[in-house]
């Protein structure tokens, strides 16, 4: 899930509406954070879930279409 401009509090509240939906991190999903020199790539996180059906409805809820 790449991010234009990281921005700690829209990735808290995030991080949080995940956190509602699929419980605690750690136990059903986790996520990894990285800071990119590419251009316009500032900010990436990466979620994974144990539950593939999770992660599906993680996509549907919380992802939007970059084109």
Do not use: C
Request: aromatic share 18%; hydrophobic share 35%.
């Amino acid at each position: 899930m790449p991010l234009d401009d990281y921005n700690p509090n829209s990735i808290k509240l995030l991080l949080r509406k995940v956190q509602e939906q699929f419980g605690w991190h750690g136990q059903n999903w986790y996520f990894n954070s990285n800071f990119s020199n590419l251009p316009n790539l500032n900010y990436q996180i990466t979620f994974a879930f144990k539950n593939p059906h999770d992660a599906t409805i993680f996509a549907l809820k919380f992802l939007e279409r970059r084109d």
